[in-house]
C-alpha cells in the first residue's frame, strides 16, 4: 500500500542551523506530496506542497523538491529560528479526486536559542 | 480567512461512557475528512465523506464508532462506549470537491481525547 517515511527525531538545532528532514515514499500512483506542521496543541497547517515532478514547494524559508526518481521529497530552510520549534508531518495523496492524506509518522523539532 | 471549526477542544471521559465531536467544515468544501492521530503518530483516516454520502469508513471501528453528515455541512463523530486506546487527537478537514484543480486539506485545530 502507499506509505511515507520520514526521519525519526527529535531533531535538535540551534538558532540559525539549516534544516533538513528526510521524507520519502512509496505510492500506486503518481502522488500530491505535502508537508504539514503541528505546532503544540493545535491541529495540522499546510506548510507547502507539490503536486508534480521536480516541482518545488517553498513557504516561510521552507522548500521542499518532489524527485521522482528517488521517490523524495525532503524538507529544508536555510536558517530556523526558536519559532520553527513544531512536529512535522509529511504526506501524500493520490490526486485521483480527493483522496485522504496517508501519512509519515513526524519528526519533532527542536530549536535553541 | 476561513477555518475549520471544531468542538470541543478537550474531552474527558470514563470508558464506556458516549462521546461526540462536531466539525464545521470551510464553507464550500464538499469533502469532509475525520482522521485520528495517536500520541507520536501521523494522522489516519477514520472515515469520509463527499457532501452527505460516506466515499470510505473502511478504517472506522464500526461496533462502537459512527460519523454523520446529515445535511452535508457539519459532522458529528461518536464513540459509544469509549475505550481507553480511544485517547487521541481527532482532527477533522475539509477540501474543495474533486475536479475542482485542488486537493488541499485544511485542518481544524482537533479534539484531544482522553478516556479514563
Known amino acids: 500500500g502507499d506509505s511515507v517515511t520520514q526521519m525519526e527525531g527529535p531533531v535538535t538545532l540551534s538558532e540559525e542551523a539549516f534544516l533538513t528532514i528526510n521524507c520519502t515514499y512509496t505510492?500506486?500512483?503518481?502522488?500530491?506530496l505535502f508537508w504539514y506542521v503541528q505546532y503544540p496543541g493545535e491541529g495540522l497547517q499546510l506548510l507547502l506542497k507539490?503536486?508534480?515532478?521536480?516541482d518545488k514547494g517553498s513557504n516561510k524559508g521552507f522548500e521542499a523538491t518532489y524527485r521522482k526518481e528517488t521517490t523524495s521529497f525532503h524538507l529544508e530552510k536555510g536558517s530556523v529560528q526558536v519559532s520553527d520549534s513544531a512536529v512535522y508531518f509529511c504526506?501524500?495523496?493520490?490526486?485521483?479526486?480527493?483522496?485522504?492524506?496517508?501519512f509519515g509518522k513526524g519528526t519533532r523539532l527542536s530549536v535553541i536559542a | 480567512e476561513a477555518e475549520v471549526a471544531q468542538s470541543p477542544r478537550y474531552k474527558i471521559t470514563e470508558k464506556s461512557q458516549a462521546v461526540a465531536f462536531w466539525c464545521d467544515p470551510i464553507?464550500?468544501?464538499?469533502?469532509l475528512y475525520w482522521y485520528r492521530q495517536i500520541l507520536g503518530q501521523g494522522p489516519e483516516l477514520l472515515v469520509q465523506?463527499?457532501?452527505?454520502?460516506?466515499?470510505?469508513d473502511s478504517q472506522l471501528p464500526k461496533d462502537r464508532f459512527s460519523a454523520e453528515r446529515l445535511k452535508g455541512v457539519d459532522s458529528t463523530l461518536k464513540i459509544q462506549p469509549a475505550e481507553l486506546g480511544d485517547s487521541a487527537m481527532y482532527l477533522c478537514?475539509?477540501?474543495?470537491?474533486?475536479?475542482?484543480?485542488?486537493?488541499?486539506?485544511?485542518f481544524g485545530p482537533g479534539t484531544r481525547l482522553t478516556v479514563l
Open positions: 478537514a475539509s477540501s474543495l470537491p474533486a475536479g475542482s484543480g485542488t486537493d488541499t486539506q485544511y
Open positions: 505510492a500506486t500512483g503518481y502522488p500530491s
Open positions: 507539490a503536486t508534480k515532478a521536480d
Open positions: 504526506a501524500l495523496s493520490l490526486f485521483s479526486g480527493n483522496t485522504p492524506l496517508v
Open positions: 464553507s464550500g468544501h464538499a469533502t
Open positions: 465523506f463527499q457532501d452527505e454520502s460516506v466515499v470510505d
